[in-house]
């Protein structure tokens, strides 16, 4: 076996030195990969402030020089000053203090070290249109603004916009304006380049990118066409430029390997199926089973068949869950599960639809989170053990508090222990680093005897009496993880379904159904993940041990016509509604369940809204008859029509123009 395979950092060690060897051969292969690196991601694409705010958030756009700055684009333009040897500041103090009518301190986006240049980049297309979220009027009035200001204080203005982007002459017509005006150009050169790339450590960064991308390609088998291809459908841009980066990588590796006449796993797979196929080994086995069957790759699946063709006729048995599908990422392939007959053949199906680990609480609170992604098979647990009440916590991390998460830890785990002394104890968490923590908060304690810590894709398969499962903030080290920065390696793993956190989802499934008794889930009240908002709704009956959740919960479950109710799903003949749990006496009666997010919608005149302050979706209601409202298309074009107008026995022909 090759050292790569014992010990990892090897590895990325000589990933690493290859990396730094291919762009110090030759200086344009290290602008394409500068080029490449972050994602160019076109900001008119995004609608919301919120979804532009994640977006900066969760893909830290640091340049060159190692600023952090707010956009794709000015990240550009500072890597092109960088590159060109122009000093610059970023949003540097202007020479006037003074506040321009919009009322804000006035930085321009770029300032040229030692001149009167400025450089601001203007979000603006051709027509002066904007960001989805942003006011475009007023932005073109703030462009104006910041104009008459430049004139007045007689500083250079060099402006850049969105559409010189768009039409590939940002960098190209920046280089016109400046030399214009007779800035300075002293390109850097390549060993400088490659040195400021390591100490910033954007080379380690790269180096984990392609790490990634290497092990898909080996999982995967994928070559230089299908690569190429995956790209352009995933509509990655410059898709030529990464094929030709990664091929270069692939074929390097394989040479190594080769150097070290040494394999690797995936070289395990796929030599056994060559002495399969030329019948240097010919398989005796008449029944072949296999396990874990919905993380199986393409090139594990293609051994079985191999062992198939050529033995004896045998039998072959697959057991797999759906439900727990997440190795995608070492190229795990659900697909061959779901459509098992289709890509592998005609088959008998047994469901295992009995569990003797979890109670009936775990089972219909994990149960329900799953089959919310609709491509997920539907299956109804049935449990060995009955509980009467909810076994599934949500507890907070102590607001606040310093290394609140671990003290909670601390105090589950000792509490477990105070009642059930000789219980198997898991703390499971989406990161190494959040069970390294705990670990030592145990440990100092004295309380880590018969605790396990167990990363979410680790605690596959094992089982514990009670669970604590850590780890859900928002964003790129959250959970569900939104690291979004990857499209590429995204591109080259095995197709994933449509539904959003879908891998994320059946992670969490896995973590909740570790625990024999309890569940207890900690999370940050103060920026919940999206997971442990959606358990907040009542139909996942959890415990909520925490004022803090309780006080999220009351803002999306308290009855707006009374002071002490709470809107509660009941799932009723014709689907689920809300009703105020103190009965009749309150005038509200039922609230729709929303569309968008599942909480209660309450009806006002002509609409029902939301009342969770975070979707607050507003879904059009017939004054007539109470039914949905739905956007047709007519003669003389849209209109809004009752739903009622297809009922046979009611029928209801209310429209409203649209
Ligand atoms: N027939 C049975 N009677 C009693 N206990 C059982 C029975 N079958 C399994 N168990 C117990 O149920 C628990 C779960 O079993 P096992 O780990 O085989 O399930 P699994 O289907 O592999 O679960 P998962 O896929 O969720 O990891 C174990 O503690 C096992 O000992």
Redesign the pocket.
Known sequence: MSIFVEDPLKLKQWVTDWLLNYLSEDISRLVDFISLTPEPVDPFSIKTQAEYEAYVRDNELRTLNDELVKGYQELLIANFLYLNGIPYTYEARYVSKRRIEIGFDYKPDFHIDGTHIYIEHFGIDRAGGTRPDIDAHQYNEDIKSKRTLHIKCRTTLVETFHYEWVEETLTSGLEKKLKILDVEFNPINSEQLLEQLQSTGKIANWSDLLLKALSSIRVERLDYDSMLARFQRANISQPQKYTVLLNALHEAYVQELHEQNAIDFDDMIIRSIEAIDKGLFTPKWTYVLVDEFQDISTARMDLVKAIIKRGPTPSLTVVG?DW?SIYRFSGGKLELTTRFDELVGLYTETK?QK???YNNSIADTAGLFIMENPEQYKKYIVT?TKVDSSQVYMLDDKVGVKDGLYQRVVEVVSKIKSVDSTASIAVIGRYNYLLNESKAALVKNRLVENVSLWSFHKS????ADYCILIGFSQGKLGFPNENIDQAVIEALLPALDSYPHSEERRLLY?GL?RA?KKSYIIGDPTSPSAFINELLAPKYEVNIHSKAFQELYRKKFKCPNCEEGYLKLINGKFGGFYACSTGKGCRVGKARVCTECGAPSVDNRGSSDCNNQDCRHSMRICEQCGRPMILRNGKYGEFWGCSGYSTQDDQCKNTSKQ
């Open positions: 869950d727990q295992l569990t003797f680990r060995h596959k398969g094992l089982e896995v159904t024999k």
